[in-house]
């Protein structure tokens, strides 16, 4: 199975900042990646797909960039709502596995 | 508007059973793989199974593989989830997922809650 880590864990930062997390998978996956955004007792919701593409009605202070098996996702200014854990899956190969998870908060 | 609505969840002893279901709507369910993707208490997500559109190809993580039986019914626009055998470490919040051609999970039901205890 291809083994995805996320850092950090948990990350704590102030209104406006700029907020970056890592994923890295155990093996190339080409751009085969996705970001999730899951708020507290929600279902997760897609953000990024193919690594750097933003889906349909997302804002544009989200991004994501990477290749191979080193990906970042970035939010370009942080906003009160978008606290949330954040997730990276890969669909190179199955099964399909998540990071662990970044929990992201309002310091 | 896509919706995907969750059922058959609940608390069921070691060793038991239980049946899961997915009402999908707002789409034509009938082009779309689905999934299960499941959530332990403060955990982080899990893929559990997946069925194409024709239910022609299936695929189990490893840990259910055996115990539990993904199927789906076209004609009633659902997807369902048998699952055997339980242990509590299958305890979660059970998500079913579509999945877009290029592999991603679009949409999400809002999750049922499986708890496995004695």
Redesign the interface.
């Known amino acids: 199975d291809i083994q995805m880590t996320q850092s950090p864990s948990a990350l704590s930062a102030s209104v406006g900042d700029r907020v970056t997390i890592t994923c890295q998978a155990s093996q190339d996956i080409s751009n085969?990646l996705?970001w999730?955004q899951?708020k507290p007792g929600?279902?997760?919701?897609?953000l990024i797909?193919?690594a750097s593409n933003l889906?349909t009605g997302v804002p544009s202070r989200f991004s994501g960039s990477g290749s191979g098996t080193d990906f970042t996702f970035t939010i370009s200014s942080l906003q009160p709502e978008d606290i949330a854990t954040y997730?990276c899956?890969q669909?190179d190969n199955?099964?399909?596995?998540?990071?662990?998870?970044t929990k992201l908060e309002i310091k | 508007e896509v919706q995907l609505v969750e059922s058959g969840g609940g608390l069921v002893q070691p060793g038991g059973s239980l049946r899961l279901s997915c009402a999908a709507s707002g789409f034509t369910f009938s082009r779309y793989s689905m999934?299960w993707v499941r959530q332990a208490p403060g955990k982080?997500?899990?893929?559990v199974s997946?069925i194409s559109s024709s239910s022609r190809t299936i695929?189990y993580?490893?840990s259910v593989k055996g115990r539990f039986t993904i199927s789906r019914d076209n004609a009633k626009n659902s997807l369902y989830l048998q699952m055997n055998s339980l242990r509590d470490e299958d305890t979660a919040v059970y998500?079913c997922a579509r999945l877009t051609v290029?592999?991603?999970?679009?949409y999400?039901?809002?999750?049922t809650l499986v708890t496995v205890s004695s």
Request: glycine fraction near 12%; hydrophobic fraction near 25%.
């Open positions: 085969y996705n999730y899951q929600k279902a997760p919701n897609l797909y193919d889906e997730y899956q669909y199955l099964p399909y596995t998540f990071g662990q998870g | 999934n982080g997500l899990e893929w997946y695929y993580a490893d998500y290029t592999f991603q999970f679009d999400w039901g809002q999750g």
